[in-house]
């Protein structure tokens, strides 16, 4: 099995008889980036808490690097790089006298995070208190991508900037990534989480109700496929496994598929087509869909083998 960087094994708390997660079980692999999905309240941020160490499970367990992640969290968040959802700074320093500090606490060099801050355009000659919350959110981007920790642990990290400002943020994933760098990145930016992850657990809640790579996820849901065809089609023309024919006017066809689409690909091509349209779902489809239905929550084992 491949060493997991993080491990959750049936994880669980209680604020007093009020649920926070229960039974929360994953594990990401060293260099992987792994999402978090979840509405506020589905308990992402408590999940992330137990992970650090900063809460103590009523029960299960959690792992960094094969250590207990409550009883060994100083020796631990020497090995990570943490973006909570609303970070605090000390409001009268300036943002270079903020990332200094936080630098010197992490044994890095004074203007470690020069070139990061550069590559945001943000100014750290303005004092923090006088900062756009969107500007505050580039000083927590900056200290968490300013070092070369292992793990980077990321709380809705991109809330508050702006499109440009994303982009260069989804840069900066691409580079730790190829430096081999693991990420936990909890978010709600969907897309952000299409583009950057290598796998997605969705949690409602407070459990678990699916850990799958992204396109396992897109794979495992209906397409829809349109086409205007020369002719009218015989009425049996799409009997396919997998395949519903939600319409069917004329020479106007709307199809639903779902798995291997191949064998539709093929009864499609010994018609003449005219247009053709294909959508598949995409990330955000996906998310609604648990939160819409009626699905059961279970405990995902999301180990990877």
């Not at 994933?173 to 299409?194: K, Y």
Request: some cysteine.
């Amino acid at each position: 099995m491949t060493d997991l960087v993080i491990e959750a094994a049936g994880l669980t708390k209680y604020y007093g008889k009020r649920r926070g997660v229960e039974g929360v079980t994953f594990g990401v692999p060293e260099g992987e980036a792994f999402g978090f999905l979840g509405p506020n309240g589905a308990g992402k941020t408590t999940t992330i808490r137990l992970l650090l160490g900063f809460l103590r499970a009523t029960g299960g367990e959690a792992r960094l690097f094969g250590g207990d992640a409550f009883r060994d969290a100083a020796s631990l968040h020497a090995r990570v790089a943490y973006l909570g959802s609303d970070p605090g700074y000390l409001g009268e320093l300036t943002g270079a006298e903020q990332l200094d500090y936080l630098a010197e606490l992490r044994g890095l060099p004074r203007r470690a995070w020069s070139a990061v801050a550069e590559r945001l355009e943000l100014d750290t000659t303005v004092r923090i208190r006088r900062l756009s919350r969107g500007n505050r959110q580039k000083i927590g981007v900056v200290a968490a991508f300013m070092g070369h920790e292992p793990l980077l642990v990321l709380d809705e990290p991109t809330s508050g900037l702006d499109p440009l400002m994303q982009r260069e943020f989804l840069a900066l994933v691409a580079e730790a990534r190829t430096n081999g760098r693991t990420m936990f990145l909890s978010s709600h930016n969907l897309v952000e989480v299409e583009r950057t992850c290598d796998r997605v657990a969705i949690i409602r809640d407070g459990r678990i109700v699916d850990v799958s790579t992204v396109g396992e996820l897109l794979g495992s849901h209906w397409r829809s496929i349109n086409l205007v065809l020369a002719e009218p089609p015989a009425p049996d023309a799409f009997d396919l496994p997998n395949v519903e024919v939600a319409a069917m006017t004329g020479r106007e066809v709307h199809l639903m598929v779902r798995g291997d689409v191949n064998p539709l690909l093929e009864r499609i091509a010994g018609h003449v087509i005219q247009d053709i349209a294909i959508t598949t779902p995409d990330v955000e489809d996906l998310f609604l869909h648990y939160y819409r239905d009626e699905i059961p929550a279970t405990t995902a084992e999301g180990v990877p083998a």
